[in-house]
């Protein structure tokens, strides 16, 4: 890759630094990049650290303390009263009573997680089709072909919700669901990645030497593929997070104390007139996460491939 | 030209194919059982043995060997599968489990509710969505641009769901400006012959109607569109960026075309084309979309009806309704597909 002559400063004429370093520099140049980097890093920091910062029990039912609303919005009056700090509930108490701030943290656990964990999971799956369909070509090829453009005939989050209906309702399920709706896209990037390395020179000249498929596949086309592999990842991951959510608020994912963020604000939907903020909160929580991703996805192609960036 | 859309259409065929093969296994994976969740769990041995006879789950699933051994392929062909497909293209999706009513004629009751809606949606991201692309893109690197951009990068970033629990709240609880669900006021009595509301309404010039289906959809078509929208502010922003790149603006620029001409008649025609392939790709998303969205807006739509068969695991109207959505969408992107023949003359089909 080369980096275009008009950016280059007076101090970059540095011999012999990698793709990486080279991206590594411009990234820190970027702010919008490090924006996104820095609020995705701080969501994992406090939904891992959340047993430290706040330890309380996410189920832990309250009934003396239910349906508070953010306690730094009641009068002195009502907190004297009920016995409370102003910054004792931040983001209030749901219908059991329990604290709105420990579930959002925990909640953030397993959102993440599973966003992280369908995208990787998809993300394996695909790549190791689309070698194989690109590599291999022939019956393979378009035996796969033929399977992506079934996923890719189900609009949206219509596959994961139809996985899941049958499968039955569960986080693990969801998970599933969801990965296998990411696995198309995977597969057709490191598809097309693989057909156009498959005849290059330096590929050629590897098998004339005599290395092997997989020593082709490891060392030439899969470092090939990993600039636009790492921008889909970081974009997915966000989308992944909302289709966890969306799966989660129509019943379909994690069961209802489990705090997750999409069943949060299922579980505030029914009480929205009278307790807003039991939706409104965890709603916030997906918008920073995925925003956090979306910027970071940007940031990557920008760095990666300096001539996709207008 | 003629050759290209008889081969795209008939490339519609393997697809079309594994949907329905797909849509038609899952349930059978999972070993979900019609006619135990029709009679439940204390229905007599003889009457659970009629029911799946008469539902035809006695079958085998894709080919009957030993009825081929007597009647040849017709005999082959007496399975689930080779029955379902007959049955589908003949438009008849089976019946509900639990209502008994065709799975057809509830999509085609539902259907033009979620139509209404998605046409809203698209006219309201198309309408906010390009201009806003084009300012962006004319002010490249400004405020404005950086403001719009935030627009569109929040766009993608709420749940769609969530928009409209806010909405309901700020709008209809809070304000009272707009109705919070439903497609029109439970005190108006109209009858709607096409099931689309709107047109209906203007057809019989029953305006207070009319004025009354348009304020129930401005909420779910605005939380409907926010995808949309976000998308193509992107995709007209960098597809402006790219043609006004280009020589012929430069040399138009340079012979003294006035801005305004070379934007909207060099410029954006040509960056159009990109921004059309979203609006028709988003038009499949939107109908998936519209699951979630009709759930919180409470709007009778196909999403809607599917998610309530999911609850009640009614699983004809599950395989029929996504089988449906899963067909339109292919449809219109073949659609989206054709329409470049006509919008643009340079693209040659061989």
Redesign the interface.
Known sequence: MTTPAASLGPEDHVEGRSLLQDAARRFRRHPTGVTGLAIIVFFVAVTILAPVLRPVDPLMINLRDRMLPPTWTMSSQELEQKNLHRWSFPFGTDVQGRDMLVRVLYGGRISLRVGLEAVAMAALVGTLLGLIAGFFGGWLDTFIVWFVDILLAFPGILLAIAIVAALGQSLLNALIAISITYVPVYIRIVRSVTLSLRESEYVQAARALGSRSTRIIVSHVLPNGLSPLMVQLTLSIGTAILDVAALGFLGLGARPPTPEWGAMISDGFGRFRIAPWLSIVPGIAIFFSVVGFNLLGDAIRDVLDPRLKN | MFSYFIRRFLGLL???F??S???FT??R??G?DPARIMLGERASPESYQRLRLELGLDAPYFVNFPEARTQGVAGLLDAQYPHFVGRALRGDLGKSIFSRVPVVSSLEHFFPATFELTIVAMFFAVVLGVPLGIVAALNRGTVLDTAVMFVA??G???????LG??M??VFA?GLGWLPPSGRLSPTIVFHSTTGFYVLDAITQGRWEVLWNAVKHLVLPGIALGTIPLAIIVRMTR?SM??VLGQDYIRTARAKGVERRVVVNKHALRNALLPVITVIGLSF??L???A??TE??FAWPGIGRF??DA??S?DYPI?QGG?LF??TM??IVNMLVDFSYAFIDPRIQYT
């Open positions: 393997p697809v079309l594994g949907v093969l797909l849509v899952i349930p994976v999972i979900s990068l929040a993608v970033s709420f749940p769609v769901f969530w629990i806010i309901i709240y609880v960098s960026l790219e499949g998303q109908l998936s979309g699951i979630l759930t919180v599917v998610y999911i609850s695991r599950i996504v959505i899963a969408f292919v």
